[in-house]
């Protein structure tokens, strides 16, 4: 019944940024860890990034380290991840996942598709 929803997803070029949202309303926040997947055509679901909201420690995948920040706006329960230096590699479906810390219980979002082209 708990559902993330992702926005911000579209059409991005090389080099370019994206900035995505993902507003989790209907959760305690602190009680989660806040992370970003996304899935290519053919590919594993990867984990993108991931925050924890009370101590704001943040990790990412090798693959984006320098480009992509993860970040939170714990008064308005939404998660974001800001994109930048975009490569074609990138493109892929996003989707926001919550983790409850107490007992791993996981909510999805619908997933936002994101495509680097020129």
């Known amino acids: 019944q708990v559902q993330p929803v992702e926005s911000g997803g579209g059409l991005g070029a090389p080099g370019g940024s994206l900035r995505l949202s993902c507003a989790a309303s209907?959760?305690?926040?602190?009680?989660?860890?806040m992370r970003w997947y996304r899935q290519a055509p053919g590919k594993e679901r990867e984990l993108v990034a991931g925050?924890?909201?009370?101590?704001?420690?943040?990790n990412y995948a090798d693959s984006v380290k320098g480009r992509f920040t993860i970040s939170s706006d714990n008064a308005k329960n939404t998660v974001y991840l800001q994109m930048n230096s975009l490569k074609p590699e990138d493109t892929a479906v996003y989707y926001c996942?919550?983790?409850?810390?107490?007992?791993?219980?996981?909510?999805w979002g619908q997933g936002t598709q994101v495509t680097v082209s020129s």
């Open positions: 925050i924890g909201i009370v101590s704001g420690s943040t």
């Open positions: 209907g959760l305690t926040f602190s009680r989660y860890t």
């Open positions: 996942n919550a983790r409850r810390i107490s007992s791993y219980m996981e909510y």
